[in-house]
């Protein structure tokens, strides 16, 4: 399975108290998920990554016609700025049973000022 990470941005700034969302490419119809390790200073911020909120679906255009089956489910990252300084993590794409080999890997540094 090829994942691309092409969007994912390797650095990014938030000031203390502010939160960024950053979507996720996301293949968990397989049963892939993201999540995260840290690799620095985990004081200076919070990374932590789940499910966007799902939207009710909208109503089918004709009763007798089912809804689209549904794609992946989105996943995202939380980015919140902890205190002044450079932080480093690791989003890890997996299955979380089995084998666990990551799937995709992708390094975030995160600048807070």
Same mark, same amino acid.
């Given at each position: 399975?090829?994942?691309? &990470?092409?969007?994912?941005?390797?650095?990014? @700034?938030?000031?203390?108290?502010?939160?960024? =969302?950053?979507?996720?490419?996301?293949?968990? !119809?397989? !049963?892939?998920?993201?999540? +995260?390790?840290? #690799?620095?200073? !985990?004081? +200076? *911020?919070?990374?932590?990554?789940?499910?966007?909120?799902?939207?009710?679906?909208?109503?089918? *255009? @004709?009763?007798? =016609?089912?809804?689209?089956?549904?794609?992946?489910?989105?996943?995202?990252?939380?980015?919140? !700025?902890?205190?002044?300084? =450079?932080?480093?993590?690791? #989003?890890? &794409?997996?299955?979380?049973?089995?084998?666990? @080999?990551?799937?995709?890997?992708?390094?975030?540094? +995160?600048?807070?000022?």
């Amino acid at each position: 399975m090829s994942v691309d &990470l092409s969007r994912l941005p390797e650095r990014v @700034t938030v000031r203390v108290g502010e939160r960024m =969302v950053v979507e996720l490419p996301s293949y968990a !119809g397989s !049963g892939n998920h993201w999540s +995260v390790a840290p #690799l620095a200073d !985990g004081e +200076v *911020a919070r990374v932590s990554v789940g499910p966007v909120p799902a939207e009710p679906p909208p109503p089918p *255009a @004709t009763p007798d =016609v089912p809804p689209p089956a549904a794609a992946a489910i989105p996943e995202r990252a939380v980015i919140e !700025g902890l205190a002044a300084g =450079v932080s480093r993590c690791r #989003l890890v &794409l997996a299955r979380p049973f089995g084998d666990q @080999t990551p799937t995709a890997e992708h390094e975030l540094e +995160v600048v807070v000022i």
